[in-house]
Nanobody, 123 residues
C-alpha cells in the first residue's frame, strides 16, 4: 500500500506565495513521475507541473515563471512553491505520484493521488 500526505495550501492575497508538499510512504520500490494537478470549481482537473525520476520538469504555460516544482528522492517528497499567485490560481491542488511498490509479493506500478489542498487567492 502507498499513502500520500499533502500539506500546505491556505488563503493568500493576490501576489502572495504558498508552498505545497506531498510525502509518499508505504512499500515503495521506486517513484517514477511526481506532479501537481489542480481543479477549480466547475472545471476539469488540469496539470500544473510534473517531474520525472530523470529530472525532466514540465510546467503548464499558466504557471511558468511563477511556480517551481521540486522533489526529494531520499524523502519521497514533492513540493510546489507558488509565487505571484493570482485569483485564477484558486483551486484544490492534488499531488500525483507514479509509484512501483510491493503488493502481495509482486511489483505493482500505479498512480496515486493526494487528498487535495485548498488554495484560495483573493484580490
Amino acid at each position: 500500500q502507498v499513502q500520500l500526505a499533502e500539506s500546505g495550501g491556505g488563503s493568500v492575497q493576490s501576489g502572495g506565495s504558498l508552498r505545497l508538499s506531498c510525502a509518499a510512504s508505504g512499500s515503495i520500490i521506486s517513484i517514477n513521475a511526481m506532479g501537481w494537478y489542480r481543479q477549480a470549481p466547475g472545471k476539469q482537473r488540469e496539470l500544473v507541473a510534473t517531474t520525472t525520476s530523470a529530472g525532466t520538469i514540465d510546467y503548464a504555460d499558466f504557471v511558468k515563471g511563477r511556480f517551481t516544482i521540486s522533489r526529494d528522492n531520499a524523502k519521497n517528497t514533492v513540493s510546489l512553491q507558488m509565487n505571484n499567485l493570482k485569483v485564477e490560481d484558486t483551486a484544490v491542488y492534488y499531488c500525483n505520484v507514479d509509484v512501483t511498490s510491493w503488493r502481495d509479493g509482486w511489483r505493482h506500478t500505479a498512480d496515486y493521488w493526494g487528498q487535495g489542498a485548498q488554495v484560495t487567492v483573493s484580490s
